[in-house]
Structure formats: structure tokens, C-alpha cells
């Protein structure tokens, strides 16, 4: 493979707080929702890159950018940078039937009016293209939505949207692979450069408020998220999926699930072993942590950082 992803995707932080929450405690259904819809997102994009990882021609590949450009933010799923071309991808994952009328669009089952994926797409180009030439960076841009779902049918969609549709996802492949992209220093400078300005967003503050006290104690699966667990000597199992896992990788989840829902608590022994409600033995939990941070020794005010 000639192609080279120079930042992967990894899952938002956003989803990764919600899956913890959702599993510890009831979501509202607006915020449930919302992290369904986010899930189904990263799913959907995840898949785009799956395919992209079977090109043949040259790119340079970078995923899940946020930039600040003209006082606002925008974020951008995909951009596939080619010898010519940087193609900008928004990846879609919607299910079932919608229809375009004077421009809106509408999910068909309902008649309710979703956003116009294809305005999202323009105002992301127009951006980028700004943020480029802040640097005097001249590249054609190619913007195209891109519908992963088989399950997804857009009706009364004018011939000239840019996008690919589930069902021409290899024509997209077979474009890509056709261009001829032969890549040098100026294209890995752009790419350098184009890292450089994406920014970090903090989801804490789009979070439903959480106390510690109403969360649910326990021990989480990692496939399934079920709190229902069944722990022996060296393996945790999950009564729910049958998922089994080693103590060892369960109780480090556990302390890093901590740390990620309450950034400002201390990370204690005592702490980790009330949070997994006690499935492990204090000294197991102690030769984890041992390893895998650096104690802070104040007595019995010890800490792990």
C-alpha cells in the first residue's frame, strides 16, 4: 500500500464519556440520542477508512480535523491528500428513506427536515480554502459527500450533488486509484501544516451533569459495556456477552474510565477499587497501578498519577 494515514481516527472523546455514562446510568433521552447518533457517525467514517486503506495510488491521509478559521470552527470527517487534489470527504451514515424538496432535505418515514448535508459540505470547503490561503497554499479542492449506509436512499437528488452514494463507493476507490499522485516534501509540509492548526475540543462541558455518587459501581465490558461481570482468579467474564478479558487489562480500564469522567479526583488505591465495586483485591489493583503510574507517596494520602 502506497497510501500513508498521517492522523487515524480514533473514537471522540464526546462518544467515549457517553458509552461510560450510558452504561453506569440513564442518559436522558435527548443526550442518549445524541450519543446514538454520534456513535453512528464514527462508525460510518471508520468505515470510509477502511476502504481507503486498500488505495493503490499515492495520498496522504488525515482524519477527524477541527480547525478555527475566521473566528469560527469547523470540522472536517476526511481529507485525502493527492499530488494535485486535496479531496475533502464528509462522511454521512444515515439509515432509510429521505427526499430533497427546493433544497431541504427530509427523512421520508417522518416529513421532519434534517440539515443539508450538502451546505455542511460548502461551508467546510469555503474554510479550508481560507485557512489555505492564509498560507498562500494554492490546491484544488475536491469536496464530496460520502453515504456509507446500504441501508440509505435519497430520493429526487440532483444529478449534480457531489457526492458517492453506498452503491458507488468502488467508483470512488477507482477515481482515486486512477489519478496519478506522485508526492514530495511540499506534500508532507501541507499535511505538517495542516496538523499543526487542528485544535482540541473539550466535550466536558456538552455533558449531561453526573455525580459520582449516582453512577453505578462496577466493572464495565469492553465489548458489550454490561456491568454484569463475573471475575475469577486471572479473567473477568461477562455474563452478559461471554466476553472475557484479563484482570489485569480490566482493573487499568477501570482507572483510566476514572480518570476520564472525574479529571479532578485523585486517583487512589481506595478510589479505583470502590469504582470497580470491589470485584478486585486491594493488592491487585495496587500491582497495576504500581506498574502503570507513578505513585506519589504521602502516607496515606497517596496518589497515582
Known sequence: MKHNFIKLRTEPLEVTLLKLLRSRFVLPEETNNYYLSKLKG?????????????????????????????????????LLLSQKTLYLFEVKNLEGDYY??????????TGKAITNP???????????????????IRMEI???????????????????????FPGQLNSLLKKLNRSSSEMNGSHQQLAQFLLSRHVIDSPYGRL??????????????????????????YTTICNACSHAEKNVSC????????????????????????????????KAIQRVLGTNYKLINKGKYSYYL
Request: net charge neutral; aromatic share 12%.
Open 208 to 233: 449531561p451533569e453526573y455525580r459520582y455518587e449516582d453512577l453505578q459501581k462496577g466493572v464495565t465490558c469492553r465489548k458489550c459495556m454490561s456491568l454484569n461481570v463475573a471475575v475469577t482468579k
Open 142 to 164: 475536491e469536496p464530496y459527500l460520502v453515504f456509507t449506509n446500504p441501508l440509505f436512499t435519497l430520493y429526487q437528488s440532483p444529478l449534480d450533488m457531489p457526492a458517492f
Open 251 to 282: 482493573i487499568l480500564q477501570v482507572a483510566k474510565d476514572l480518570k476520564l469522567l472525574f479529571p479532578d479526583r485523585l486517583l487512589t488505591l481506595n478510589a479505583v477499587e470502590h469504582w470497580c465495586n470491589y470485584l478486585y483485591s486491594k
Open 42 to 78: 464514527y462508525e460510518g467514517e471508520c468505515y470510509l477508512d477502511s476502504l481507503l486503506a486498500t488505495l493503490t495510488s499515492n495520498s496522504l491521509i488525515l482524519c477527524d480535523l477541527l480547525f478555527e478559521q475566521n473566528n469560527t470552527t469547523f470540522q472536517i470527517d476526511t
Open 118 to 136: 450538502v451546505h455542511q459540505l460548502k461551508r467546510c470547503e469555503t474554510l479550508l480554502r481560507s485557512l489555505l490561503h492564509s498560507r498562500n
Open 100 to 109: 430533497i424538496k427546493n433544497g431541504d432535505w427530509f427523512r421520508k418515514s
